[in-house]
C-alpha cells in the first residue's frame, strides 16, 4: 500500500484556512473585530515562528464554533468556501493531487486545522481521507473543546498512527509514504515518511530540505511566486 500526506494550510492553499476563517468571522461581525483580528495574527505569528501553545489556540479558535448552531455554521462555511478558499487553490495544487489520487492507494489531508473548518476543504479536492484537529461534539453542538489529541507537529505522527492502525496497518509497514508540508511544524512527520516534499517552505524547512536533499516545489502561481500571503 502506498500513502500520500498533504498538510493543507500554505502547502495545497496558497494561504491558510484557519486564519482566514477567523478574518472571515471578523469581516461577518460574528466575533469582535479588532480584539479577535490581533489575537488571530498573534497566533498565526507563534505558528509560523514555531512557538504556538496549541491548546490555547484551539481554546480561541473553537469558542465560535460553541456559541452557534451548526446550520448556521454551515451557511457561514459554504460563504466561506467561495469567497475566500477557492481563490487560494491553485491548478497546480489541483493536478498534484489529482496525479496521486490515479495512482495511490490511500490519500488524506493532514492538518492543525480543525475538521469542521477542513472538512470541505478535504472535499474540494476528491482528498477522501482527512486527518485534523477535531472540535467535540456533543448533541450536534460544538463544544469548544477539542476531542482526543491536536493533529499538530509530534499529534500528527499520533493521529496517523491511528488512521493506519484503524486500517490495520502502520507506516513502516506501507510500500512508500509521500508527505508534502510547507511548515518547520511538520517536521516530526517530515522525517518519517519515505518521500518528504517541501512545498513553498518557510525558510526552516528550506534549510532542513536542502541539508537532506528533500524535493523543494512551489504550487503557487507564477503571479505569487515570492507573495506572502496575509
Excluded at 496558497?14 to 489575537?39: C, T
Excluded at 482528498?127 to 477535531?134: N, R, V
Aim: charge should be negative; hydrophobic fraction near 40%.
Amino acid at each position: 500500500m502506498n500513502l500520500v500526506l498533504f498538510d493543507l494550510d500554505n502547502t495545497l492553499l496558497a494561504g491558510d484556512s484557519d486564519y482566514e476563517w477567523g478574518q472571515f468571522l471578523i469581516a461577518k461581525g460574528v466575533v469582535d473585530g479588532p480584539h479577535y483580528e490581533a489575537k488571530n495574527r498573534a497566533f498565526y505569528e507563534d505558528y509560523k515562528a514555531g512557538r504556538l501553545d496549541i491548546y490555547a489556540f484551539l481554546a480561541f479558535a473553537l469558542r465560535p464554533l460553541a456559541t452557534h448552531t451548526r446550520e448556521q455554521l454551515d451557511a457561514w462555511h459554504a460563504e466561506y468556501m467561495e469567497t475566500r478558499i477557492k481563490p487560494m487553490i491553485t491548478q497546480a495544487a489541483r493536478d498534484l493531487v489529482n496525479k496521486h489520487l490515479d495512482s495511490a492507494d490511500l490519500v488524506a489531508v493532514i492538518t492543525a486545522t480543525n475538521s469542521f473548518v477542513t472538512g470541505p476543504i478535504a472535499k474540494e479536492f476528491g482528498i477522501p481521507h482527512l486527518i485534523a484537529t477535531d472540535p467535540e461534539e456533543i448533541d450536534g453542538r460544538f463544544t469548544g473543546e477539542v476531542a482526543g489529541t491536536p493533529c499538530f507537529r509530534e499529534g500528527k505522527v499520533v493521529r496517523l498512527e491511528q488512521f493506519l492502525e484503524a486500517r490495520g496497518t502502520r507506516l513502516d509497514c506501507l510500500s512508500t509514504s509521500w508527505f508534502y508540508s510547507d511548515s518547520l511544524n511538520d517536521l516530526p512527520l517530515l522525517e518519517k515518511v519515505r518521500h518528504p516534499v517541501a512545498v513553498d517552505p518557510d525558510s526552516t524547512l528550506r534549510a532542513h530540505a536542502e541539508a537532506r536533499n528533500w524535493p523543494v516545489i512551489s504550487l503557487r502561481s507564477p503571479s505569487l511566486q515570492g507573495h506572502s500571503h496575509s
